[in-house]
């Protein structure tokens, strides 16, 4: 599966329309620093490209890879994500 980025949140890592090469999410474990596709939790029809930085168990803290606090809008303002949000993950190479 392909994702296209959008939005400048994951910068320097990915800019405003990279393609990245996913998987599609089927309950495997997550570790940290993975790059994750999910649902926004707030924003119905909003899919969201971020950097899992924080893990409690089925709840992730994500967040965008630009330094700039206010470029990325991540769990710093929606909070903890579920793992049952998360469509896909990048693929490791």
């Not at 320097?12 to 309950?27: F, L, M, R, S, V």
């Not at 089925?58 to 998360?86: C, K, M, Y």
Request: charged share 25%; glycine share 6%.
């Amino acid at each position: 599966m392909k994702v296209v980025v959008k939005g400048d949140s994951m910068w320097p890592t990915y800019n405003d329309g990279d393609i990245i090469e996913c998987t599609q999410y089927t309950g495997d474990e997550i570790e940290l620093s993975t790059v994750i596709v999910f649902n926004h939790p707030l924003k119905r029809d909003v899919v969201c490209v971020k950097r899992v930085v924080r893990i409690d168990g089925e709840r992730l803290f994500v967040q965008g890879d630009n330094p700039d606090p206010i470029a990325s809008e991540d769990s710093h303002n929606f909070g903890w994500i579920s793992t049952s949000n998360i469509l896909a993950i990048e693929r490791s190479e």
